[in-house]
């Protein structure tokens, strides 16, 4: 496994049409949205897909979706006693070679880091990982779109049909998200985080919704537009993450934009700054 040299900065445009990009439960699953009304799709649900994609590009991954899951584990605790390595070492009670293994295993814990606490076998194991994500929140206030739906079938067999099941269904009209991360040189040089890793992160971000289509998010709904990668020339940056993510200026052209190009993208720079700028698919 190769090393991580410099710190990276990220940045990625996302595109939402008439989709629920990431549904609240506490709020009858309607998409999230701040108290002035912008809306947020949380840093959970953006590392959910980056696992889904580095999973579906042949990588191993330690916290699968369930229905996604591509091993005969059943919960993370069996997923995690399923490696010789971390058991020895569980053993010996070695929690930074229990780590190591870890990481050396699965893409996610070294990227993200994970909590390793289970009562069977009285684990307690952190891993810090240097790949920090933002939760994303719109450009504009969203507009949210609500519709009644029913169900013309029953679910059990009975002489008479029932009623139609009333439900909501909910959308975003039309939004532009900006989702912000960094990479960590220090925390990499921990787990084992290498440049190549960063590479397939950067894969995993400009095709981040691809495999991801189901009815409150349909095919071509949500679109990552553009990445923006920024990558240092030296290990802990030259510059703070927040004055690289101030660099990209997004404003809207008319009063109410429906796509991506009703935006209007203004790129400034930093002296030494490599910026790398990705078509999103």
Not at 170 to 180: E, F, I, T
Request: glycine share 6%.
């Amino acid at each position: 496994m190769g090393e991580f040299t410099n710190k990276i900065d990220f940045e990625v445009l996302v595109m939402v049409q008439n989709a629920n990009p990431n549904g609240d439960p506490l709020n009858g699953n309607r998409p999230r949205e701040t108290y002035d009304g912008y809306g947020e799709i949380s840093d959970v649900c953006i590392k959910r897909k980056i696992r889904n994609r580095l999973q579906d590009m042949g990588e191993n991954i330690f916290v699968q979706s369930e229905e996604r899951s591509d091993d005969e584990c059943k919960s993370l605790s069996d997923r995690a006693k399923s490696n010789e390595e971390m058991q020895k070492a569980q053993k010996d009670k070695d929690r930074e070679a229990y780590a190591k293994a870890a990481c050396r295993t699965w893409i996610d814990v070294r990227s993200f880091g994970q909590v390793f606490a289970f009562k069977d076998g009285n684990v307690s194991v952190g891993v810090r990982g240097p790949v920090s994500v933002h939760s994303a929140f719109s450009v504009l206030p969203v507009a949210i779109d609500s519709m009644q739906i029913t169900k013309s079938v029953n679910s059990e067999t009975k002489d008479k049909k029932s009623s139609d099941t009333m439900g909501m269904k909910h959308k975003v009209h039309s939004a532009l998200y900006v989702v912000k991360g960094s990479i960590n040189h220090q925390l990499a040089e921990k787990t084992g985080f290498s440049d190549e890793d960063a590479e397939k992160i950067k894969e995993a971000l400009r095709t981040l919704f691809v495999n991801d289509s189901s009815s409150a998010r349909p095919d071509g709904s949500m679109e990552v537009c553009r990445v923006y990668w920024w990558k240092h020339n030296c290990p802990m940056g030259q510059y703070s993450s927040a004055k690289v993510h101030r660099l990209v200026k997004v404003t809207a052209k008319v009063d109410d934009p429906k796509s991506f190009e009703d935006y209007e993208i203004i790129i400034e720079s930093l002296p030494d700054l490599e910026l790398e700028e990705i078509e999103g698919i």
